[in-house]
Each structure stands twice: as C-alpha cells, then as structure tokens.
C-alpha cells in the first residue's frame, strides 16, 4: 500500500524537506510506489525572500519544478487552509477555487512566516515591505514612479520602520535605489525608526559599532526609543509626536509564523511558531512535524534556538523531511542540531559584515564580507541544480549550511 507524506510549503525549509525526505526513501531503495512525496505550494517556485530588499525583486524566483522531477517528489498546486490532524486531511484551495482535501500518513508543516502589521493608522494603505515577492515588486515600482513626482523633501525621504537585520538591509540599499532612480545628484534622506534604545539590537556588541559606521557612511539617520504611530500619504507620525514627510516608508519590525500553524492543536510561542522536539515532531499530534519559521526548537545544548532565517531553515528542513520519511519507513531518524551560526548583514554601498557565533564575532567587513554575502545570495541559498544524485546528495541533514 503507497503511503503519503506532504509538505506544506515551498520555501527554503519545504525545498529542503522533499529533497532530504527523497533522499532517505532513496537510500532505503524505496519505491515512489510505496512512499509517495508530495510538496503543496501555489506555484513551485522558490521566492528568494533574503534577497527582496533588492532592486529587480522579479528576477529573485528559481523554478522547483525541475528538481522535484528529477528527484520523484510530485507537486501539488495549491493554499493550505487548515491542517485537521485527527483525519489525517489537508483542506486546500487549488489554482481553480475549488476547495479540496488531501490526505496524508506525514505531514511537514513548512509554511514560513510573514510579516507582524499592527493596527496602526494608515500601515495597511501606505505602508511598503519586502516580506513578500509581491509587497517587493510594488516597491519597487514605487521607487521608479518617484522619478515622475515633483521634487521635494517627502519624495526624496525613505522612512524604514525596524532597525534589525531586514530594516538595516532595506535601509542601506536606499541611498543607492534611489539614485538610480532620481538621478546621480539626488540627495536620499533615509531615517531608521526603532522602537528600542540600539540600532541591530540582535547583533550586539561586537558588531553594532560597525554597523553604525556604515550608516554614518551612508548619511542613514536613526531615530532610537520612538515609534511609528500613524502613517498617511505624506509621511508618518511618531510615537514622541515627532512627524517626518515622506512618500515611502517601508515596514520591516518583526515577524510571525504563518497562520496555518493556528490550525494545529498544539503549544506555540507568541511567535506563533509551534514548539517541536528534536526530531521536528509536533508533540502530542500524531504524524505532523514542524520546521523552518513554523518551528521554534533548541539547536544545541546551551539554550540556543533556530532563528526565522533562511540558515536555520534549510537545515531544520532536512531534518523534518529526514525524520517524517523515517517514521514511514521505519528507519532511524535523527535528531536536529546546528551549532553553528553565522551572520552576513549586507550593508549596501558601505560593503558588508560576517559575524561567526552566537556571540557574533566580526570575522569579515567592508567589500570582503560582501564578496561573500554576494556568494551567499546568488549561489548557496538557490535550489541544487536538477540532476538526481546532485541534489538528493545536498540534502544530507548533517551537511546542510555547513559554513
């Protein structure tokens, strides 16, 4: 009798799965026959989600499809829009409107995150992100339409609501955006705005007085201890009272694991994320495993955490999909760890920075560290190419995002 696990979810951590998944039924000598591999996504298409803070967010896609074909995991057009664990079924809209239902023997929840919005005035109607592909694309074609608008201070001012790693990303890349499109002689005006007392308050110490270099380099002004109280077409307002005129401003303070998790009765963070054991098993619900931004799990034995970050997310993945074919075929699972950390911020024009270790020490700086943060970006995080063995063997849990 075939036996059926899906994963929910295309991204870093669902690509991941299904390759480690159809890696181990290989090595088992498992048949698609008796073990069928399932991926439901909208498309099959990995959105290159680091990357969105850059210009062009339309070329940052790479096709699935092929890869799944070479390694026999079959792609199933479809949103998720509950998980019902005590019928093993998926409820699922396909690309037609019609509600469906797939069942399955193992599930992988590997659904991401997306951006937290609070209910501010005025965010939903003139507040920009990059959290998605499409949030990106509108952006940008933002950003090109403020060559058509008449100068002034608001047109030329980028007001970046976050200072952690996506709002400093976003925010470096500004001054070069926007002279691409305003003309070399524009003068950016780019304010952070951080609710907290330190710009990158996650990168700590070490690093920060680089950081703040940088974005002295790059004229990046930051306003710590305030927050964005409302926001209309011509700028916002501040948490002090303060108001800054701008015709962008783009919302980057935080994260959530996507809403499907909710669907799942079991415990979560007030990430919204669901607490998995090592294995990337959901406890106390029969045949679900969690992973990537949907999980929150240790990664080592001193209190670390997986992060919601693309490095977490491929290994975490290979684990899941490793250890839900496991409970199938009955072989060995293994438990999930990634001692190593690292950090490469992407600072713009002013280069970059590496960090190595929870204690983010400052391995790289300037154009070296962006060399490889280049490499990063255009090579590592991309799917294997579509060759069977090639990309059943980068899939080895224990190998994964080795750095």
């Known amino acids: 009798m075939q036996q059926r696990l899906v994963i929910i979810g295309a991204g870093f951590a669902g690509m991941y799965a299904a390759l480690s998944a159809a890696r181990l039924r290989d090595s088992q000598d498992v048949s698609p026959d008796r073990l069928e591999i399932a991926l439901m996504a909208p498309e099959p298409t990995l ?28 792609f199933v057009p ?9 019928a093993r079924l998926i409820d699922y809209r396909s690309p037609d ?17 997306r951006l937290f919005r609070p209910d501010i005035p005025g965010l939903a109607a003139f507040g920009f992100s990059v959290d998605s592909l499409g949030d990106a694309v509108a952006l940008d074609r933002h950003l090109q339409g403020l060559a058509q608008r008449p100068a002034s201070k ?21 001054p070069a955006r926007l002279r691409a499109v305003l003309g070399r002689d524009a003068r950016p005006h780019v304010v952070i705005v951080q609710r907290g007392p330190a710009i990158a308050p996650d990168m700590g110490a070490a690093a920060r007085p680089h950081i703040e270099q940088a974005l002295r380099e790059l004229q990046v002004e930051t306003e710590l201890d305030v ?12 948490s002090d009272g303060r108001r ?8 980057a303070a935080g994260m959530r694991a996507a809403p499907l998790t909710a669907t799942i009765p079991a415990e979560r963070d007030d990430l919204g994320r669901l607490i998995v054991d090592r294995a990337l ?4 619900v029969a045949g679900v495993f969690a992973t990537g931004d949907a999980a929150k799990v240790p990664c080592d034995e001193i209190g670390n955490h997986a992060l919601m970050s693309c490095q977490h997310a491929t290994r975490m993945g290979a684990f899941a999909g490793n250890n839900a074919a496991a409970d199938l075929l009955g072989a060995p699972g293994q438990p999930y760890h990634q001692e190593t950390y690292v950090t490469c911020l992407d600072l713009g024009e002013a280069g970059a920075i590496f960090t190595r270790g929870w204690d983010r020490k400052v391995e790289l700086l300037g154009a070296e560290a962006k ?33």
Request: aromatic share 4%; proline share 8%; no cysteine.
């Open 47 to 74: 959105v290159v989600r680091p990357r969105l803070y850059e210009p062009g967010p339309e070329q940052l896609t790479a096709p699935l499809q092929p890869v799944l074909d070479a390694i026999g995991v079959t």
């Open 78 to 86: 479809g949103t998720a829009n509950a998980v019902r664990p005590g």
């Open 97 to 113: 409107g019609a509600e469906r239902q797939l069942g399955y023997d193992r599930l992988v929840l590997a659904t991401g995150s």
């Open 154 to 174: 608001a047109r030329d001012t980028v007001v970046v609501a976050g200072g952690g790693f996506t709002g400093i990303e976003v925010a470096t890349e500004m």
């Open 227 to 238: 927050g964005v109280a409302a926001l209309d077409e011509r700028g916002v307002v501040l």
């Open 244 to 251: 800054i005129d701008s015709l962008t401003v783009i919302w």
């Open 281 to 284: 098993r959901v406890p106390g």
């Open 371 to 403: 060399q490889l943060k280049h490499e990063i970006n255009t090579v590592w995080i991309y799917p294997p190419r579509a060759e069977r063995m090639a990309a059943l063997a980068s899939a080895d849990p224990q190998r994964v995002t080795d750095l």
